[in-house]
């Protein structure tokens, strides 16, 4: 059976499936036949088995003395009660009972009597009573979601979606594909899984499929297909399919070493995306000529507290090192909407999306920005630092920004610790930001165009509805305008500017941004070296061509045709 998804991340991937966050808790009433009930007896006790384990494994994480614990030993004990099988065991054969039935019969049963007992401390036992039914329900449905830090081998993980903060805890050493139903290409889960080489299908409606945990899965995320329990002759066809893709990227590493240049001697600075210090290797390895977005809030994911100044600086140092004298672009934290932190509280707000995020939320919080401010500073010593700020609307902002510089500064020097040149940016992706860009402009060093959120918010559709994205996307002919209007602006006032949307790391839309203009792209790790080789098989005068063509286009279907149809 094999279902198609949206291509987050390319790549193939083979694994069990593993759910996450979905669970099942679906009750069969269908009542058996007679030849039905052993094997649905088999179910339940696999079923319990599987529980157990789990359970087991999770108390070996937990203090003994802690309250949950205890809670767990306790469901361990109800789960190993001979009474409480030999119940559930007997319906399945005498009432002809689904194993799901008779799980949420007996439990049912249990749960009312304990809540019939006068002590509340007893009788609050009830409702954990019934949750551990649920669970089991979930276990022999086959989609009870598994403590990911016990997996041991090669894992397709199956969720509704995964936020940053759940994808950095991931232990990506086991997990070789994602497979979501929601998200949309400039979702930061699929810039995540993109940026680790984990092949993601999204937009992929597998309920339907009804995967049970341990079943095989094969993500095709070159064409877009989920492959549930393939046979053999099939597994053997997209095995050869991954060679010739592992063969093809392979190839495209004999042009690390090569200045990135059109065949009629255009330069174009290519640099990288990264979210942590194992990109940045990545980053130098592949030739990048430096970073051109570091989004600190995905490094400061993994942790349960905002890291303070000393280990920020640290990570900004060690960067740099790697980076040798290569520019490390730290964009200060773009927290909120999409993007929660796990030790920031969110504000309960409307409408998250056009709320206190970005820089908005880093000003009204110097607690987090001035210490991030500081490392930055501090780290200018080691290497080519750049400040870049996330979401800037207007002038007024950037005067706000550069008081807390200020103020940093003086507690640097009050405190006798040193500091060094850095250049100061801002990313444009607002509307506003770019009809303000006359005013901003004398004020920076350098801006970067950020399509992911530009197209968001010039075309008030989120970008993490695929349904949205899939009608107003980033390759479209407002926002081609927007980006030459930028450009333009920035040459206008010699500010250098640079793109690092996700537009970026698409190779057929690459000669089409370096013909409107711009010579230096940011773009995820993955598709660095694809970019690289299709701008070193180009002519520069074509690329201005296109972009020419492209610009009178009115609709966005023959935009797309124009730059797709392209050889
Ligand atoms: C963007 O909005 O285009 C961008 C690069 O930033 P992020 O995807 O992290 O919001
Ligand atoms: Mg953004």
């Known amino acids: 059976m094999s279902l198609t998804g949206i291509i987050g991340s390319t790549g193939l991937a083979f694994g069990q499936a593993v759910h996450i966050i979905e669970q099942d808790y679906k009750v069969d009433l269908h009542l058996l036949r007679k030849h039905e009930v052993t094997e649905e007896?088999?179910?339940?006790?696999?079923?319990?088995?599987?529980l157990v384990q789990l359970l087991q494994a999770s108390l070996q994480q937990l203090n003994p003395e802690c309250e949950n614990y205890q809670l767990i030993e306790s469901d361990i004990l109800l789960l190993d009660d001979q009474e409480l099988h030999?119940?559930?065991?007997?319906?399945?054969?005498?009432?002809?009972?689904?194993?799901?039935?008779?799980?949420?019969?007996?439990?049912?049963?249990?749960?009312?009597e304990i809540e019939s007992i006068q002590d509340p401390m007893i009788a609050s036992r009830g409702q954990d009573i019934r949750h551990l039914s649920s669970r089991l329900i979930a276990a022999i449905n086959g989609t009870l979601s598994w403590n990911l830090d016990y997996l041991t081998q090669s894992t397709i993980i199956l969720a509704h979606d995964i936020t940053p903060a759940e994808f950095a805890l991931l232990p990506t050493k086991y997990i070789s594909g994602i497979v979501l139903e929601t998200g949309s290409i400039t979702s930061h889960t699929a810039i995540l899984a993109s940026a680790a080489g984990i092949p993601a299908l999204l937009d992929c409606q597998y309920q339907s499929l009804n995967i049970r945990n341990g079943q095989p899965l094969v993500i095709d995320a070159i064409d877009g297909i989920l492959h549930h329990m393939p046979d053999d002759e099939l597994v053997e066809k997209l095995r050869r399919k991954q060679l010739e893709e592992v063969t093809r990227t392979n190839a495209l590493l004999t042009i690390t070493g090569q200045e990135t240049q059109t065949l009629d001697g255009h330069s174009v600075s290519l640099l990288a995306n990264v979210g942590n210090i194992n990109d940045v290797t990545r980053a130098k390895d592949i030739g990048s000529l430096g970073v051109?977005?570091?989004?600190?809030?995905?490094?400061l994911m993994h942790d349960s507290e905002y890291p303070n100044?000393?280990?920020?600086?640290?990570?900004?140092?060690?960067?740099?090192?790697?980076l040798n004298g290569m520019p490390l672009t730290i964009r200060t934290l773009d927290v909120g909407a999409d993007k929660p932190l796990p030790f920031v509280q969110a504000a309960q707000e409307e409408n998250p999306a056009l709320g206190i995020r970005g820089c908005r939320y880093s000003l009204d919080h110097p607690q987090y920005?001035?210490?991030?401010?500081?490392?930055?500073m501090r780290a200018t010593n080691h290497g080519l630092v750049k400040i870049m700020f996330p979401m800037v609307n207007q002038v007024e902002e950037i005067d706000l920004i550069k008081s807390v510089i200020e103020e940093c500064k003086q507690e640097l020097i009050n405190n006798d610790i040193g500091y060094g040149n850095f250049d100061f940016g801002i990313m444009v992706e607002t509307p506003a930001a770019v009809l303000n860009l006359p005013s901003m402009l004398p004020e920076l060093d350098f801006i970067s165009i950020g399509t992911n959120d530009l197209t968001q918010y010039s075309m008030a559709a989120d970008r993490s509805n695929l349904s949205l994205s899939k009608s107003?996307?980033?390759?479209?002919?407002?926002?081609?305008?927007?980006?030459?209007?930028?450009?333009?602006?920035?040459?206008?006032?010699?500010?250098?500017?640079?793109?690092?949307?996700?537009?970026?790391?698409?190779?057929?839309?690459?000669?089409?941004?370096?013909?409107?203009?711009?010579?230096?792209?940011s773009v995820n790790l993955n598709k660095f070296l694809e970019i690289k080789s299709t701008i070193c098989s180009g002519d520069y005068n074509q690329f201005q061509e296109l972009a020419e063509k492209a610009l009178k286009q009115t609709r966005i279907q023959p935009l797309q045709q124009l730059i797709y149809a392209r050889t």
């Open 369 to 376: 920005l001035k210490p991030q401010l500081k490392a930055a």
């Open 309 to 322: 100044e000393q280990k920020q600086y640290q990570t900004f140092c060690d960067a740099l090192h790697i």
């Open 41 to 50: 007896q088999a179910r339940l006790k696999e079923g319990v088995r599987h």
């Open 472 to 521: 107003f996307p980033a390759l479209s002919p407002a926002i081609l305008k927007t980006i030459d209007l930028i450009v333009t602006q920035a040459k206008q006032y010699d500010v250098s500017v640079s793109l690092c949307g996700e537009l970026a790391s698409d190779p057929k839309v690459v000669p089409l941004l370096i013909g409107l203009g711009l010579s230096e792209l």
């Open 86 to 112: 030999a119940e559930m065991l007997n319906s399945i054969e005498h009432q002809r009972y689904s194993a799901t039935l008779a799980v949420q019969r007996t439990f049912d049963t249990h749960a009312y």
């Open 292 to 299: 051109g977005l570091f989004r600190t809030e995905f490094m």
